[in-house]
C-alpha cells in the first residue's frame, strides 16, 4: 500500500496551506512562542516524503491534535499536556536500544533521524477512552531500526520506556501510573510495516504533548500502546508488564486491539467520536486497519487477549 | 439624649455581633431569591459563552457533558450545606433558598441527561438500555436522578403542605441520590480518582454532620433508658 515511488520533497512543499493557516492561529497567542517553535523546529527535520497511506482521509486540525491529549505525565485532563509539557527538554536525546540483540546501541536522536528515511503517514488513533483522531505523522517503521540492531533469537517482545524525570515531566510526582511509562509489543507486532517510530506531525517536529522528541505509533491499537518520549528499546523474552495494565489489568490488555466487540468494563467500544464530529461513529476492527494486521492474531481468542 | 443613643448603638450591635453584616443583609428576602436565581444560571451561561467563542476545546460534548454533570452534583451538595448553615450561622433564613437550590440540582441533572441521551447516544434506545444495565457508572447516576424526580416534582408549596410530614420523609431520598451520584462518578473516571475522592469528601462531611446531630439528640435518650439495664442485668444474673 506504500507508495514507494513518490518523489522526495520539503516539509513546506506538501503540508496542506490550511494546516500551516491552523497553526499559525494556534500560535497567534504568543508571538515569542512562534518564532522559537518555527526557527529550530524546521532546520531539524531532515527531508522527507509523502506516502499513500490514509490519503482518503481528512486529517484533524493542529490545534485538535495539539490540545486534547492523554499524557499523564503532565497531568491527567486532556488540556494539562498543551499546558504543562513546557518543561521537557527534546534536545538533546538518546533513544538507548538494547537488550536481546547483537547490535545495541545508543542512539542520538538526531543520528536516528538521519538514519532512517523519514515518511509521512496518516493514521487513524483511536483512544481506549471512545474517541479518535487522523493524524498525519512523521517518522519510519520500527522494523528498519529493529533489523539494524539484529534481535536474537530470545527476542520475543519489545518493550518501550518513556523518559522518567520529574523535573521535566510534573505529572510524575503523583502516583496516577508506576512510573516510568512502559509500553511494550510482541516482536511480530513490533517489525509489522504499520508500527512507526514517529518524530512529527504536520511535517513539524513532534510538539512536547504529542511525545516529543520520539514515540512509537500503532495505529491498529488502543492510544495507551503508543509510548511517548521514548528514552529506550529493549527486546525481551517475556512479555513485559505494561503501565496500564499494570494499572488495572481487568481494564487495560497486554493487547489492546481496538476492537468494537470487547467492551472496556466501564464503557463500550462499539463506536468513537471522531473529534470534530458531531455524530458518533462505528468503530472499525483492528481501528480499520484489519487486512493487514487480523493475520497477527489468526486463532486468538480476543475476548482472552483483549 | 446621648445614653439613648449609646443604647440603641449597643442594641444594634449585639444583633449584628454573630455575622458581620454583609451588604445583602439589606436586601429583601424577594430581591435576594432573584439575585440567587441568576447565579444559579451563571454556569450555563458560561457554556454558552464558550460554546459561542470556541471554547469548548476539542471534544466540545464530552466537555458540556461533564461540566453539566459537574455542577449537577455541586448543586446536590451546596443544596445539602444549607442545614449546616442554618445550624452554624442560626440564621433560619437559609431555609428560604434550599427548595431552588434542590430544583437546580435537578435542573442541570436534567441536561446532563439530555446530553448523554441526544448528543452521547443520539437516542438509540437499545444502546442507552444496555447501557443503563451493564455500566455501573451509568446504573448509579441514572438511579440519582430518578430519586431526584419525586423531589423536584413535590418541591411547591402545596406538596409541602399536602404532605405534611411525610414531606421531609420524602426528601430524605437526597441523601442516596447524592450518595449514588458520588459513586457514578468515582466509577467513570479512568485512573485519577482525586476529584471524585474531593467530592466524597465534603459529602461525607455534609452526611456525617447529620449523623452526628441524630446521634446527639439520641444518647440523652439512651441514657434515660439505660437506667433500666441494671435492673435487667441484674434480674438476668438472678437467673
Ligand atoms: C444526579 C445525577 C447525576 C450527577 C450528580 C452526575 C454527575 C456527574 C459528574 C460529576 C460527572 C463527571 C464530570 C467530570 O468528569 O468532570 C458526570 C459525567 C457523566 N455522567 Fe453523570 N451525573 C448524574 C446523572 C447521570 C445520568 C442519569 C447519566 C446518563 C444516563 C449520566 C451520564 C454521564 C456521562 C455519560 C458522563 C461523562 C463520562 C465521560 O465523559 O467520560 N449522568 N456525571
Redesign the interface.
Known amino acids: 500500500m506504500a507508495a514507494d515511488s513518490t518523489p522526495r520533497i520539503v516539509p513546506t512543499e506538501i503540508t496542506p496551506e490550511s494546516v500551516y493557516e491552523k497553526r499559525r492561529e494556534f500560535l497567534k497567542g504568543s508571538l515569542a512562542l512562534a518564532l522559537f517553535a518555527s526557527l529550530p523546529v524546521q532546520a531539524a527535520l531532515p527531508a522527507w516524503r509523502k506516502t499513500a497511506w490514509g490519503r482518503d482521509e481528512s486529517p ?1 486540525t493542529w ?2 491534535v495539539t ?2 491529549n492523554n499524557f ?1 505525565e503532565f497531568g ?1 485532563s ?2 494539562d499536556p498543551a499546558k504543562n509539557a513546557g518543561s521537557l527538554r527534546p534536545r538533546p536525546w538518546t533513544v538507548s536500544v538494547e537488550g536481546e540483540c547483537l547490535k545495541p546501541r545508543a542512539w542520538d536522536i538526531d543520528a536516528l533521524t538521519k538514519a532512517f528515511p523519514l515518511e509521512e503517514r496518516i493514521y487513524r488513533m483511536r483512544c481506549v ?1 471512545g ?1 479518535s483522531m487522523v493524524i498525519p505523522w512523521l517518522g519510519f517503521p520500527l522494523a528498519e531500526l529493529i533489523k539494524q540492531a539484529q534481535p536474537t533469537g530470545k527476542a520475543k517482545y519489545v518493550e518501550f520506556v518513556t523518559l522518567k524525570d520529574t523535573k521535566q515531566m510534573p505529572g510524575q510526582r ?1 502516583p ?2 508506576d512510573w516510568p511509562y512502559v509500553e511494550g509489543l510482541r516482536l511480530d507486532e513490533a517489525m509489522h510495516p504499520l508500527t512507526l517510530l514517529s518524530v512529527g506531525i504536520y511535517g513539524k517536529e513532534l510538539p512536547k504533548q504529542n511525545g516529543a522528541p520520539i514515540r512509537l505509533v500503532v495505529p491498529w491499537k488502543y492510544g495507551f500502546k503508543s509510548a511517548k518520549s521514548i528514552v529506550t528499546i529493549r527486546f525481551v523474552e517475556k512479555q513485559p508488564t505494561t503501565a496500564w495494565n499494570a ?2 489489568a481487568n481494564e487495560y490488555g497486554f493487547y489492546s486491539n481496538v476492537n468494537p466487540e470487547v ?1 472496556h468494563p ?3 467500544q ?1 463506536r468513537e ?1 471522531r ?2 464530529e ?3 461513529r462505528k468503530t472499525e476492527m483492528y481501528n480499520g486497519y484489519g487486512d493487514q494486521v487480523a493475520q497477527l492474531y489468526a486463532g486468538m481468542d480476543l475476548k482472552k487477549y483483549f | 439624649m446621648r445614653p439613648v443613643e449609646t443604647g440603641v448603638m449597643a442594641a444594634k450591635d449585639m444583633a449584628f455581633r454573630p455575622v458581620a453584616a454583609p451588604f445583602w443583609s439589606r436586601l429583601s428576602p424577594r430581591t435576594l431569591k432573584v439575585l440567587l436565581f441568576v447565579v444559579c444560571l451563571v454556569p450555563l451561561a458560561r457554556l454558552f459563552v464558550l460554546g459561542f467563542s470556541h471554547g469548548l ?3 466540545p ?2 466537555f458540556v457533558t461533564r461540566s453539566l454533570g459537574t455542577w449537577t452534583l455541586s448543586f446536590l451538595l451546596i443544596t445539602l450545606a444549607i442545614t449546616p448553615l442554618r445550624r452554624f450561622t442560626g440564621q433560619g433564613q437559609w431555609l428560604r433558598y434550599r427548595r431552588m437550590l434542590g430544583l437546580f440540582a435537578f435542573f442541570y441533572g436534567m441536561l446532563h441527561l439530555t446530553t448523554y441521551l441526544w ?2 447516544q ?1 437516542f438509540d434506545w437499545g ?1 442507552i438500555l ?2 443503563i444495565y ?4 451509568i446504573t448509579f447516576g441514572m438511579t440519582a436522578f430518578l430519586l431526584l424526580v419525586p423531589l423536584a416534582v413535590t418541591s411547591n408549596d402545596r406538596s409541602v403542605r399536602a404532605l405534611k410530614r411525610n414531606w421531609a420523609r420524602l426528601h430524605k431520598l437526597v441523601y442516596p441520590a447524592a450518595i449514588l451520584a458520588v459513586l457514578h462518578y468515582y ?2 473516571v ?3 480518582v ?1 476529584q471524585p475522592v474531593i467530592y466524597a469528601s465534603v459529602l461525607s462531611l455534609l452526611l456525617g454532620l447529620r449523623v452526628w446531630w441524630w446521634w446527639q439528640k439520641r444518647v440523652p435518650a439512651a441514657k434515660a433508658g439505660n437506667a433500666v439495664a441494671p435492673a435487667l442485668a441484674s434480674r438476668g444474673r438472678q437467673g
Open positions: 484533524n490545534e485538535e490540545t486534547y499523564y491527567t486532556k488540556e477512552e474517541w503523583w496516577v501510573l494499572a488495572a467492551d466501564r464503557w463500550s462499539a467520536r473529534i470534530g458531531f455524530f458518533k | 476545546g476539542a471534544n460534548i464530552e448528543l452521547d443520539f444502546d444496555k447501557d451493564k455500566r455501573p457508572f466509577w467513570l479512568k485512573l485519577d482525586t
